[in-house]
């Protein structure tokens, strides 16, 4: 099975600033990877798919790169509503394991 | 896209239990339909996926003989059943349409939890 890290597991970041999540893949999966948003009480929203495609609707502040094993999402100019938890999921091969997450808090 | 699932269930340990997630908007047969679980104050975790139009499963080691997954195409509904639920059950549980031949969930639905108590 193809397991992700994240890293790191958590962040303290100010609004205005620009926030970088890694996603590593135990093994090469192409650009097979999603990142997801969620807040506490919510399920979660998709916000890149293919590595670096911004699904219909998220700002395009989100942002995400990465082939093979080493993926980044970015959020340039954080946003209140951007503290959240964001998950990476492989969709390369099954089972489709998420990350362990990245929780976003405010400094 | 709308995904609706069945409300908040409280069950005793050993007791079974299906949970429903019934699919609007789109031709239901056509996308694979999966179920996440959130257990308190954790991550997500891959529970499984099933293929509307034939039944085709695919279930996470973890969850493989633990849960079963099954859909009834009459009403575009899916379904997440135990047959004997343990403590370590309680959790929020989440049906997700996948966004087509590439297997990641762009639709969720709002999520079940689940609590299991004596």
């Known amino acids: 099975a193809i397991q992700l890290t994240q890293s790191p597991s958590s962040l303290s970041a100010s609004v205005g600033d620009r926030v970088t999540i890694t996603c590593r893949a135990s093994q090469a999966i192409s650009t097979a990877l999603a990142w997801y948003q969620q807040k506490p009480g919510k399920s979660p929203n998709l916000l890149i798919f293919?590595?670096?495609s911004l699904e219909t609707g998220v700002p395009s502040r989100f942002s995400g790169s990465g082939s093979g094993t080493d993926f980044t999402l970015t959020i340039s100019g954080l946003q209140p509503e951007d503290f959240a938890t964001y998950y990476c999921?492989?969709?390369?091969?099954?089972?489709?394991?998420f990350g362990p997450g990245t929780k976003v808090d405010i400094k | 896209v709308q995904l609706v699932q069945s409300g908040a269930e409280v069950k005793k340990p050993g007791e079974s239990l299906r949970i429903s997630c019934k699919a609007s908007?789109?031709?239901?047969?056509?996308?694979?339909i999966g179920w996440v679980r959130q257990m308190p104050g954790k991550g997500l975790e891959w529970m499984g996926i099933?293929?509307?139009?034939?039944?085709?499963?695919t279930y996470s080691p973890s969850f493989q003989g633990q849960v079963t997954i099954s859909v009834d195409r009459s009403i575009s509904t899916a379904y997440l059943q135990w047959s004997s639920l343990k403590a370590s059950d309680t959790a929020m549980y989440y049906c997700?349409?996948?966004?087509?031949?590439?297997?990641?969930?762009?639709?969720w639905g709002q999520g079940t939890l689940v609590t299991v108590s004596s």
């Open positions: 997700a349409r996948q966004a087509g031949e590439a297997l990641f969930p762009n639709y």
């Open positions: 099933i293929y509307p139009r034939d039944s085709e499963t």
């Open positions: 999921q492989q969709f390369h091969s099954h089972p489709l394991f």
């Open positions: 908007g789109y031709t239901f047969t056509n996308y694979w």
């Open positions: 293919d590595a670096s």
